[in-house]
C-alpha cells in the first residue's frame, strides 16, 4: 500500500456539459478535476485518454482532466478543506462518507452507479520478508515469530481494511466478538510500531528493515510484480475481506463548475467493459463480471469473502472500533502500546 502524493494535470480530449461554457464557442476546454488515492494512478493514466476521445467523437467538446493522487484519507480532508474535486474515487466508502457529511455530496450517492458505485475491489495479501515467514492464513499471524506491519487504522483507511481482515477472519468462521479481540491482540502485541499511513508502513518494512510480514492490498502487490518486484506474497483464501474502492460526483462543486453531466458520464464510464479491464491491468479485482472472468487466473478464489456489510456497516464499524476509546485503543491500552 505505497500511498504518494501525485498531482498531475491535463491529458486533454473532450466536453463540456449543457450547463457548462459551450467550448467550440469560447475555444476553451472544460476542466474536471479526479481526486484519488495513489494506487489507482495506472489505470487512470489509461482510462482518461479513452474516455476523453470517446466524449470527444460523441459531443465534439474538449476536456482536461486535473489529477491528484495521495493517500485517501488525506485526499479526503483536502477535499473537505477546499480542494474542489469534480469526481473523487477513494480507498472506503467511509472517506466518501465524510465528503457527504461536510454538505459536498448528495446523500444517496451509492445508488447513481452501478453496483453501488463501487467501481473495483481488491483483498488483504501478506509479503512475508523471506523464505523463512511461514504464513498461509489469518491465524498464522498470531505466531510468537511473526511481527506484522501495519499502519494504525485510528490515522490510515487502508489500515482500517487490516484491522478488519484479522477480526472478520474469526467472527466469520463462526467466532466471538472475545475471540476475536484476543486473536487481535496477540497480532497487535507483536507489532513493532504502528506507522500512521500505508507508505510509512510500507518505508518501515523495507526501508528500515522491521518486521517480518507485512499487510498489503492484492492490487499492490500484483503492480509491484508487474514491475519487476519478485517479492513473494501470500493471500489468505479461506477468510477474507471485499476491499471495496467507491467512485461518486462530488454534487456541489460539479454545480458549481458546471461540470455534473461530464462528470457523470466520466464516472458511468468507469464501469464499462473497457474501463473495468484497465483497473483489472493493475491488479484491481473488476465488478464487471464478464472482465472478472477475463482475469480470474489472476486472482485466487477466496472461499469466504466477506464485506463490510457482514461486519455491520461503516457507521458501526467506526463507532465499534475506532472512535476514541472504541475496541481499538481499548486493545491497545491492554497490550500497553500507543
Known amino acids: 500500500m505505497v500511498l504518494g502524493v501525485v498531482v498531475s494535470s491535463a491529458i486533454a480530449a473532450c466536453s463540456t456539459p449543457n450547463n457548462a461554457v459551450d467550448a467550440n464557442q469560447s475555444n476553451q476546454p472544460i476542466k474536471l478535476t479526479l481526486v484519488s488515492y495513489a494506487v489507482t494512478q495506472s489505470a487512470y493514466e489509461q482510462i482518461i485518454p479513452k474516455f476523453t476521445e470517446e466524449w470527444r467523437k460523441k459531443t465534439g467538446q474538449t476536456v482536461v482532466f486535473e489529477q491528484s493522487y495521495g493517500g485517501s484519507g488525506s485526499q479526503t480532508r483536502a477535499v473537505v478543506d477546499g480542494l474542489e474535486a469534480d469526481v473523487v474515487a477513494l480507498a472506503l466508502a467511509l472517506d466518501t ?4 457529511k461536510a454538505g459536498l455530496i ?3 450517492w451509492e445508488k447513481e452507479l452501478p453496483n453501488e458505485s463501487i467501481v473495483h475491489k481488491s483483498v488483504v495479501a501478506f509479503v512475508p520478508r523471506d ?3 511461514k504464513v498461509s492464513n489469518w491465524s498464522d499471524l498470531a505466531k510468537d515469530n511473526i511481527e506484522v506491519i501495519t499502519a494504525n487504522p485510528k490515522t490510515s483507511g487502508g489500515a482500517r481494511w487490516n484491522f478488519l481482515g484479522l477480526w472478520g477472519s474469526v467472527t466469520q468462521a463462526g467466532g466471538t466478538d472475545t475471540q476475536a479481540q484476543e486473536f487481535v491482540e496477540k497480532v497487535l502485541k507483536n507489532v513493532p510500531v504502528l506507522p500512521k499511513d500505508a507508505r510509512e508502513s510500507s518505508d518501515v518494512f523495507y526501508k528500515q528493515g522491521q518486521g517480518n510480514l507485512l499487510l498489503n492490498y492484492e492490487n499492490e502487490v500484483i503492480l509491484a510484480k508487474q514491475k519487476g518486484n519478485d517479492t513473494p ?9 471485499s476491499i471495496d474502492n467507491p467512485v461518486a460526483v462530488v454534487d456541489k462543486n460539479v454545480d458549481k463548475h458546471g ?3 461530464v462528470a457523470e458520464a466520466f464516472t458511468q464510464f468507469l464501469f464499462t467493459p473497457e474501463a473495468q479491464r484497465e ?3 493493475v ?3 473488476p ?3 464478464t472482465v472478472a472472468k477475463e482475469f480470474e487466473q489472476q486472482y485466487p478464489t477466496i472461499k469466504n469473502l466477506f464485506t463490510v456489510k457482514d461486519l455491520g456497516g461503516w457507521e458501526k464499524i467506526q463507532a465499534k472500533f475506532f472512535e476514541d476509546n472504541a475496541v481499538f485503543d481499548k486493545i491497545l491500552s491492554k497490550i500497553n502500546k500507543k
Open 106 to 108: 448528495d446523500p444517496g
Open 259 to 261: 461540470t455534473r453531466e
Open 233 to 241: 506474497f501470500v493471500v489468505p483464501t479461506d477468510y477474507n475481506i
Open 283 to 285: 491488479g484491481f479485482r
Open 97 to 100: 462518507k465524510k465528503i457527504e
Open 279 to 281: 483497473f483489472a491491468k
Open 131 to 133: 523464505e523463512k515467514v
Open 287 to 289: 465488478v464487471d463480471p
